[in-house]
């Protein structure tokens, strides 16, 4: 059963801490994505990466690092340095840039 | 400074009826675009997708026509269902960027 999982659904941070939301595929996608939505902004990109081992800033990066040492996981860490965390969090992959994305569930993080 | 943009935050139609959602971009380099459906607490899902290079595709009941001299692009839905209630997001990719960027979406209720 193919697909992209996110994990936690939700997550509770205390200000000043680091947290890593975990993202994983077993579409055999060579890119993959983080976005961010917050209400009524869409959803606007964090980082994404091409291929395993590569990876870039979107238009939002600032504060947020990621990883991609295996094509199924591309785990975003959200650091003390982001100011405005609280945020739901989204996960996708497609087969190449150009073609349609796959999206997880989504991960809803809450900075206490 | 939005690339894509969804000017209409929500839209009501009567069950049975055409629903047309709207969607207006500026890069003029962007050569595909997108549709996706989002319902609460989920990630969106993908519905339609258009070539720039044609000006209408259709899959059953939602149909997206491309207005590139506007920059203009609408999904039609026909007809409206109450399961079709859910935010719809446009989004468009730029090869030469490499990057989808989403608009800010818009909510569709369809009632019965």
């Known amino acids: 059963d193919g697909g992209i999982t996110q994990s936690p659904k939700y997550l509770f941070r205390k200000e000043g801490q680091n947290v890593t939301l975990s993202c994983e595929q077993n579409?055999?996608?060579?890119?993959m994505y983080w976005y961010r939505q917050d209400p009524g902004q869409g959803l606007r990109l964090i980082y994404y990466?091409?291929?395993?081992?590569?990876?870039q800033k979107g238009d939002i990066a600032e504060g947020y690092s990621v990883s991609r040492e295996k094509k199924e996981s591309f785990p975003l860490t959200v650091t003390s340095a982001q100011k405005n965390p609280t945020a739901f969090y989204l996960c996708?992959?497609?087969?190449?840039?150009?073609?349609?994305?796959?999206f997880g569930q989504g991960t809803r993080l809450t900075v206490v | 400074d939005q690339q894509v943009k969804q000017n209409s935050p929500s839209l009501s139609v009567q069950e049975g009826r055409i629903s047309i959602l709207n969607c207006d971009y500026t890069?003029?380099?962007?050569?595909?675009f997108l549709w996706y459906k989002k319902y609460p607490a989920e990630g969106p899902t993908f519905l339609i997708s258009?070539?720039?290079?044609?000006d209408k595709n259709e899959d059953g009941r939602f149909t997206v026509f491309l207005n590139k001299s506007a920059k203009h692009l609408s999904l039609h839905i026909v007809p409206s269902q109450p399961g079709d209630s859910a935010v719809y997001f446009c989004?468009?990719?730029?090869?030469?960027?490499?990057?989808?960027?989403f608009g800010s979406g818009t909510q569709l209720t369809v009632l019965p």
């Open positions: 996708a992959s497609s087969q190449t840039m150009n073609t349609e994305a796959f």
């Open positions: 258009i070539s720039s290079i044609k």
């Open positions: 890069n003029s380099m962007f050569d595909y």
């Open positions: 990466s091409q291929i395993v081992n590569d990876f």
């Open positions: 579409l055999n996608h060579d890119a």
């Open positions: 989004a468009a990719y730029s090869g030469s960027a490499r990057q989808l960027t």
